[in-house]
């Protein structure tokens, strides 16, 4: 897990960058997570309130995230075609289910 100090101290100076949270949805690729952030806004028109999601491509350059954790990401420079997005830390590690109680 990270202290907020470590991150306060790590994004210090660099300007005002964008923060997300966000639960992971993919971690197959090697040090790249795919973390899908959901927002709620109302309707322009109708005023209801309705739930948007975005995916975002982050870098995870220690593979330490799994699918299920909530994380927060921030913004970065282009890393590559699409990721624009570096792990800040782990929020919540998801809970893992044994091969055992899934087969059940």
Do not use: C, F
């Not at 964008?18 to 952030?37: A, L």
């Amino acid at each position: 897990m990270v202290n907020n100090k470590d991150i306060k101290a790590e994004v210090s100076g660099r300007g005002n960058r964008k923060e997300r949270v966000g639960t992971v949805v993919s971690d197959r690729q090697e040090k790249t997570v795919i973390v899908e952030v959901e927002r709620r806004a109302p309707h322009p028109l109708y005023k209801k309130v309705v739930k948007t999601s975005k995916r975002y491509v982050a870098d995870d350059q220690k593979n330490e995230a799994s699918v299920g954790d909530k994380v927060r990401i921030v913004e970065t420079r282009p890393l590559s075609k699409t990721k624009r997005w570096r792990l800040l830390g782990i929020i919540k590690k998801a809970e893992q289910v044994s091969a055992a109680e899934s087969n059940i």
